[in-house]
Every structure is written in structure tokens, then in C-alpha cells.
């Protein structure tokens, strides 16, 4: 089974950076795109950054500019690195990968999530 764990997060204050990753294991064949959501008390969940299998990249209006996302399809890892963070960043930080894997001999598609890591930014 296909496994997405995060590390990462933490407290920091604002203006200050952190840099998320979320190492997949398991038999993976491939993975297509890579996303990291939010969600913060009481609030939807929201697509923060998403990356393709070949680079391209997209980002939430409210990240734009602070925010990179990248991947390293060697070690089937996707970082987050956040700049200049604000307290409204403050929140569970989830990875979401699809893709392709074998189990038990079996190919299978998945599209599976991380436990998550908490973001908390001071003012």
C-alpha cells in the first residue's frame, strides 16, 4: 500500500519560513500530479499548490508569490518551502498524491492523502 508521510511543520513567527516535504512509499509504479491543501479551524479545505509529473506548477491566489512547490520524482518527495508566512497560513498541511502502483502483484491507481502537519504562525 502507498503511503504519503509529511514533516515539516511547526510554529514559527510571522515573517518567517518553513519547508514542508512528503516522502510516498510503496511499490509505486509512477506518480502523476502532487498537491499540498490546508485546512484551517473551521474553514474548507483548500488547494494551496499542486505539481505535475513534469514540473508544471500551479498556486492559490492567497500563497502566490511566497510559496514554492517541488518535487523530487527520484525519491517520489514533494516539498513545500514557505516564505514570509502570516498568520492567516495557519493550519493542518495535508499532501495528496495519484499515480499508479503494484500490490500484491496487482496494479492498481490510487489517490491517497497524508495524515497532515500543523502550521502555526504567531503575530
Known amino acids: 500500500q502507498v503511503q504519503l508521510v509529511e514533516s515539516g511543520g511547526g510554529l514559527v513567527q510571522a515573517g518567517g519560513s518553513l519547508r514542508l516535504s512528503c516522502a510516498a512509499s510503496g511499490n509505486i509504479f509512477r506518480i502523476n500530479a502532487m498537491r499540498w491543501y490546508r485546512q484551517a479551524p473551521g474553514k474548507q479545505r483548500e488547494l494551496v499548490a499542486g505539481i505535475t509529473s513534469g514540473g508544471s506548477t500551479n498556486y492559490s491566489d492567497s500563497v502566490k508569490g511566497r510559496v514554492t512547490i517541488s518535487r523530487d520524482n527520484a525519491k517520489n518527495t514533494v516539498y513545500l518551502q514557505m516564505n514570509s508566512l502570516k498568520p492567516e497560513d495557519t493550519a493542518v498541511y495535508h499532501c495528496?498524491?495519484?499515480?499508479?502502483?503494484?500490490?500484491?502483484?496487482?496494479?492498481?491507481?490510487?489517490?491517497?492523502w497524508g495524515q497532515g502537519t500543523q502550521v502555526t504562525v504567531s503575530s
Open positions: 495528496n498524491a495519484d499515480g499508479g502502483a503494484y500490490y500484491s502483484g496487482r496494479y492498481y491507481e490510487f489517490d491517497y
